[in-house]
């Protein structure tokens, strides 16, 4: 090998490590903007979460009315403030939206089930798992700084879809078993 060819390979190899660094260094600050973009919201977005299931589980065990107009009303505040958040969350958050709107739906669907206990339990249950599952992907979207992953939206939904195919079927029941 003569000294030109090892000049150029030397300069090949350069030029090669240069678009690697420039990649890195990309993929770098994308994950620094997705995290500085959650992070002005994660506070919240984790209480709102928690505040929705935990107040619609409070209504199912709640015995005087007082109380109840009172866990309502607190349950009432926690949709409220989901349902804000959900359009500032839509792009950072990409394909999490459907988890959003169905939980922002429990407290709601649990109001409507007070008269059936077994079914208010089983609605709470389900949006439980709405909640825990978004909180999973939301952290991990914070943790690796990206959009969450096809596998972890679908997950979200796949809980959502059966939250509300169970309370469509509550429904149903309901129309044939009035209280």
């Known amino acids: 090998m003569d ?3 090892a000049t150029l390979i030397a300069a090949s190899i350069a030029a090669i490590a240069s678009f690697i660094s420039i990649f890195a260094n990309k993929a770098s600050e994308f ?3 997705h995290r500085k973009t959650l992070s002005d919201y994660i506070h919240d977005l984790s209480k ?3 505040q929705v ?3 619609s589980d409070i209504l199912t065990k709640t015995n005087t009315d007082e109380n109840w107009r009172n866990w309502k009303e607190k349950s009432e505040d926690a949709k409220k403030k989901l349902k804000e958040m959900r359009p500032e969350l839509r792009y950072t958050l990409w394909g999490l939206d459907y988890g ?5 739906r429990l407290p709601d669907w649990v109001v409507h089930a007070q008269k059936y206990p077994k079914h208010e339990e089983k609605i709470v249950t389900k949006g439980a798992k709405i909640a825990s ?3 999973k992907c939301i952290r991990k979207s914070y943790q690796k ?3 969450p992953r096809f596998y972890e939206v679908w997950k979200v939904n796949r809980a959502s879809k059966k ?3 169970y309370y469509n079927e509550f429904q149903e029941f309901k129309k044939q078993n009035p209280r």
């Not at 959003?100 to 922002?104: I, N, Q, R």
Request: glycine content about 4%; overall charge positive; proline content about 4%.
């Open 53 to 55: 299931v935990a107040t």
């Open 3 to 5: 000294k030109t060819t």
């Open 31 to 33: 994950r620094a903007a």
């Open 100 to 104: 959003f709107k169905m939980l922002s």
């Open 48 to 50: 709102t979460l928690h």
């Open 133 to 135: 599952t978004l909180d």
């Open 163 to 165: 939250f509300e195919e």
């Open 145 to 147: 700084g990206r959009p």
